[in-house]
C-alpha cells in the first residue's frame, strides 16, 4: 500500500520509492528513505500528510506521497 | 598564521545556522546576493584571539543535491580552496535526521567540524551523545554550542582554532565501504574513472561519482563540458546513495549516542489546533490578527516619534531665518531633509515591530504550521503556505509585507511574495480610496468601488505570481511540500530584541539617505515660484495629457497618480493644492500644509465618473509608496528586482486605468 493509506496513529516501514531523481533525493534527504519507520500522525483530505519520522514531524505533499510504498504493522 | 580567515557555516534548516551567525558576527554583517545568482549571500566577521574571521552563512538545506540555486552555491561553495574551515551544524535532538548533510558533505577535502546544537533538547528527550566517540569516529572536532549564547562557545572557538591548524577532514572511508556494499556498487566503480576527470584535491573523485550515481544535473554537464558522456543513470542512484548515508549515521550513532526512548506525545494538544483540518486556519488567523495587533502597539511609540518629527524640528528650521537662511533654504530643508527623517523614523519603527513579531513566531516554531495550513491554496500560485502571513500584513501596510516576506527562505520565492504584497492595498489606502469612492460614488457607490479593487486585488495577485513566478520560480522547479515541523521552543526575547534593533539600525543608515534623495528630486520636480503651472510636474503633466488622457488620467490626476508613489497619503494632498489651491504640491505631499477637508467633494465636481474610477484604481495599484520601494530595495538586497518590480507597478497600474476607464465608460455618461 502507497503512504497516503496509512490511517491516523498506525506505524509502517517504508519498503520502495519511486519516482525521478529530484524527488527521490528530496524526500531521502529529509530522512525518509527505505526501511525508515514512520508513524502516521495526520491524514485528512485535500491536506498535506502529517507523518513522524527519525524523532521528525514532517509535512509531505499528498499526491507525490502515493509514490512512497510501505508496509504497515511491520 | 595569517591574521585572516575564512569559514562557513552549513546545516539544515531549523540546525539553528542563523543564530549561530547572529551571535558569532552581531553587527558586523554584510548581506547581499550571489552574483548571477537569485540566492542570497550573507557574510559577517568576527574576531578571535586576533585573528579575524569572515563567516559565510550559506543558504539552508537538507541536502547537497543540485535541487535549487541555494544548494548548488552552498556545495561550491563548502569546495573552495581558499576556504579555511566547513562548520557543519546538526541538531543533537534529532541528530539521525540532521547528520545527513554531513554525511552529504562527506568526501569534500575542506577542513571541517561538526557543531551541535540543542543538546538540551536532546537531553530532556533521554538522548545521551558520546561527543569524543562521535569525533574520533569522523575524525574530526566536535564540539556543542548553545546557539544563542555566546558564553556557551569556548569549545566551539577551541575547536575551530585546532581544526584549521591541524587541518583535519572528515573522514568518509566508512561511507564508501557502504556505497561498496550497496546493490550500486558495480556502478559506482565504474564511475570513478570518469569522475577522476574533474576531480580536485578539495572534491574527490569518490564525491563525484556519489553524485554521479544520483544523476546529478550539475555534475553530469561538468562532465560533458570535458567531453565524457554519461548514460542515463539508474533512476534508483539515488536510493543507494542515501541508503549508504543513513547506514553509515545509523552505525556512528549506535556507537555513540546512548537512547533511553522516552515516551512523548508527538501531537501536542495545541499542534491538534494548529494543524487542524479546519481548525488550523482560524488558529492561523487569530495569531495573524494578534501578530498584526502586536506590530502596530510596538511599532507606535517609533512611529509617533516618525509622526511628531516635523512639528518639533520645522520650529527649530525657522529659527535659522534668524541667522539669516533664507525663507526658501529653510522651506527646502523642512520638505526635503525632516520629512525624509520623520518618514524613516516611522519607517524604521515598523519595520523592528515586524521582525520582532515574525522573529517570534519564527523562533517558536509556528511559521512551519502556517504553511502546512496554507499550502494547498498558496502553492497554486507557487508560494510557500506561509507566503500568506507577510501578505496579511500588506493591509496594514506594505513595508509589514516586504519585511515579513524574511521569512521566505528561498530568495526567489522571498522577491516573489514581495511583488505579490504590492498587489494588497494598505490601511492607507483604506482611508483614501473610500473618501474618493464615497465622494463620487455615494455610500452604495463607494462599497462597489471597494468590492471592485478587491476582486482586482485577487486576480492581480493571481496575475502577478505567474509573471514574476516563471523567473522567480520556475513552474519545473516547483515541487510538493517536503518540510520539517520543528518542536516549538520558547522565544528569546533578549536575543530577538537585539537582532530587531541591529536591522532597524542597518534599515535607518541605508533608507535615510534614498528617501532624502527622492524628497529632493520631488521637490525639484513639483517646486515652483508661480502657482502649480510653474512646476516641471505640471509640465510633464500636460505634456502626455493626450497619451494620459487615453487611459483616463488628466494632468491633474496624473499628478495625483505621481505623488501616489511617494505616499498615499499625498494623494488627497495633491488634489487639494490643484483643486482647492491649499498649498503648493510640495507641500500638500510632505504634509507642510493641510489638506482642504472637503476636498473630495470639491474633485468629485470638477472629475467624470469614468474618469474617476480609472484614476482610484490607478491609484490604489500603483507603487505603494517610497517606503515600501525602500524597504523593498533593502529586503531585496536587489536595485534590479526593485526597479523591475516598481515598473511592472506602474504599467500594470495605467493598464487597469485604462481598462477601467475604457470599460466604465460604457456605463457613465
Redesign the interface.
Known amino acids: 500500500m502507497n503512504l497516503t493509506e496509512v490511517k491516523n496513529g498506525e506505524k509502517a516501514v517504508i519498503v520502495r520509492?519511486e519516482g525521478?531523481?529530484?524527488?527521490?533525493?528530496?524526500?531521502?534527504?529529509?530522512?525518509l528513505?527505505?526501511?525508515?519507520r514512520i508513524?502516521m500522525?495526520?491524514n485528512?483530505?485535500?491536506?498535506?500528510l502529517?507523518i513522524?519520522g527519525?524523532?521528525?514531524?514532517?509535512?509531505?505533499?499528498?499526491?507525490?506521497s502515493e509514490r512512497i510504498q510501505v508496509e504497515v504493522g511491520a | 598564521m595569517g591574521n585572516t580567515r575564512q569559514i562557513a557555516l552549513l546545516g539544515q534548516p531549523n540546525s539553528g545556522k542563523s543564530t549561530i551567525f547572529n551571535t558569532l558576527t552581531g553587527m558586523h554583517q554584510h548581506v547581499g546576493n550571489w552574483p548571477g545568482k537569485t540566492v542570497e549571500k550573507k557574510e559577517g566577521k568576527f574576531t578571535y584571539k586576533d585573528v579575524t574571521y569572515t563567516v559565510a552563512d550559506l543558504p539552508g538545506s537538507?541536502?547537497l543535491?543540485a535541487?535549487s540555486d541555494e544548494e548548488i552555491v552552498t556545495r561550491d561553495y563548502v569546495a573552495r580552496t581558499d576556504l579555511d574551515l566547513v562548520c557543519i551544524l546538526a541538531d543533537a535532538?534529532?541528530?539521525?535526521?540532521s547528520l545527513?548533510m554531513l554525511a552529504?558533505f562527506a568526501g569534500i577535502g575542506t577542513p571541517a567540524m561538526l557543531v551541535l546544537t540543542m543538546m538540551d533538547v536532546a537531553k530532556n528527550?533521554g538522548k545521551k551523545i558520546d561527543v569524543r566517540k562521535l569525533s574520533e569516529a569522523l575524525g574530526i572536532n566536535v564540539c556543542s554550542v548553545i546557539a544563542y549564547d555566546k558564553k556557551t562557545y569556548d569549545s566551539f572557538f577551541a575547536g575551530m582554532e585546532e581544526a584549521i591548524q591541524s587541518g583535519k577532514r572528515l573522514n568518509a572511508d566508512a561511507l564508501y565501504a557502504n556505497i561498496r556494499q550497496s546493490e550500486g556498487a558495480e556502478t559506482f566503480d565504474a564511475y570513478l574513472e570518469k569522475a577522476g576527470k574533474i576531480a580536485t584535491p578539495r572534491r574527490p573523485k569518490e564525491w563525484i561519482a556519489m553524485k554521479m550515481l544520483?544523476?546529478?544535473e550539475a555534475i553530469l554537464r561538468e562532465l560533458s563540458i570535458k567531453g565524457v558522456n554519461q548514460p542515463p543513470?539508474d533512476?534508483?542512484?539515488?536510493?543507494y546513495t542515501?541508503?549508504a548515508r543513513?547506514r553509515w549515521i545509523e552505525s556512528l550513532l549506535e556507537e555513540a549516542v546512548v537512547d533511553e526512548k522516552k515516551t512523548s506525545e508527538?501531537?501536542t494538544k495545541f499542534?491538534r489546533a494548529a494543524?487542524g483540518?479546519r481548525s488550523g486556519k482560524w488558529v492561523a488567523f487569530g495569531i495573524m490578527i494578534l501578530a498584526l495587533a502586536g506590530a502596530m502597539i510596538v511599532a507606535a511609540p517609533m512611529m509617533g516619534i516618525g509622526g511628531a518629527l516635523p512639528s518639533l524640528l520645522n520650529p527649530l528650521a525657522d529659527l535659522l531665518g534668524n541667522i539669516g537662511v533664507s525663507e526658501g533654504i529653510i522651506h527646502f530643508i523642512k520638505a526635503t531633509l525632516i520629512t525624509s527623517l520623520g518618514w524613516v523614523v516611522s519607517m524604521v519603527g515598523f519595520i523592528f515591530a515586524m521582525n520582532f513579531v515574525f522573529g517570534i513566531l519564527e523562533e517558536v516554531g509556528y511559521m512551519?504550521r502556517v504553511?502546512?495550513v496554507f499550502?494547498?491554496g498558496m502553492s497554486k500560485i507557487g508560494l510557500q503556505g506561509k507566503a500568506l502571513m507577510p501578505m496579511i500584513m500588506g493591509f496594514g501596510c506594505t513595508m509589514g509585507s516586504t519585511s515579513g516576506a524574511r521569512v521566505i527562505d528561498s530568495y526567489g520565492q522571498k522577491v516573489m511574495t514581495i511583488a505579490v504584497a504590492w498587489a494588497i492595498p494598505c490601511g492607507a489606502t483604506f482611508v483614501v480610496i473610500p473618501t474618493l469612492a464615497n465622494a463620487f460614488f455615494g455610500v452604495g457607490g463607494g462599497i462597489l468601488v471597494m468590492l471592485l479593487i478587491i476582486l482586482i486585488m485577487i486576480v492581480h495577485v493571481i496575475v502577478t505570481a505567474t509573471i514574476f513566478g516563471a523567473k522567480l520560480n520556475p513552474a519545473d522547479k516547483r515541487?510538493?511540500?517536503?518540510?520539517?515541523?520543528p518542536?516549538y521552543h520558547k522565544p528569546r526575547w533578549g536575543f530577538i530584541l537585539k537582532n530587531s534593533l541591529m536591522r532597524m539600525w542597518d534599515v535607518f543608515k541605508k533608507a535615510f539617505s534614498i528617501e532624502l534623495i527622492v524628497c529632493i528630486i520631488f521637490f525639484f520636480l513639483s517646486y515652483s515660484k508661480s502657482g502649480i503651472e510653474g512646476s516641471i510636474l505640471y509640465k510633464i503633466g500636460t505634456f502626455i495629457e493626450p497619451v494620459s488622457s487615453f487611459i483616463g488620467l488628466k494632468w491633474q490626476t496624473f499628478m495625483a497618480f505621481f505623488a501616489a508613489m511617494i505616499s498615499k497619503e499625498a494623494v488627497l494632498g495633491v488634489l487639494s493644492a490643484i483643486f482647492a489651491n491649499s498649498g503648493s504640491i510640495v507641500d500638500t505631499t510632505t504634509g507642510l500644509a493641510a489638506t482642504s477637508d472637503n476636498i473630495a467633494q470639491i474633485v468629485a465636481t470638477a472629475i467624470p465618473k469614468a474618469e474617476a474610477l480609472a484614476f482610484i484604481v490607478a491609484v490604489t495599484f500603483n507603487i505603494p509608496c517610497l517606503q515600501a520601494v525602500v524597504s523593498t530595495y533593502h529586503e531585496t538586497h536587489s536595485a534590479k528586482w526593485t526597479a523591475r518590480i516598481g515598473g511592472y507597478y506602474i504599467l500594470t497600474a495605467l493598464l487597469l486605468a485604462a481598462i477601467v476607464y475604457h470599460v466604465s465608460g460604457l456605463f457613465f455618461r
Open positions: 520509492i525521478d531523481r529530484r524527488y527521490l533525493s528530496r524526500i531521502t534527504s529529509i530522512g528513505n527505505v526501511g525508515c508513524e500522525l495526520q485528512v483530505k485535500k491536506k498535506p502529517l513522524y527519525r524523532d521528525t514531524m514532517i509535512a509531505l505533499n499528498r499526491k507525490e | 537538507y541536502s543535491s535541487n535532538s534529532q541528530l539521525e535526521r545527513y552529504d528527550k544520483e544523476g546529478d543513470a533512476p534508483k542512484g539515488a536510493l542515501s541508503d543513513f508527538l501531537l499542534d494543524l483540518p512551519a504553511s502546512y499550502d494547498a515541487s510538493g511540500m517536503v518540510m520539517e515541523m518542536p
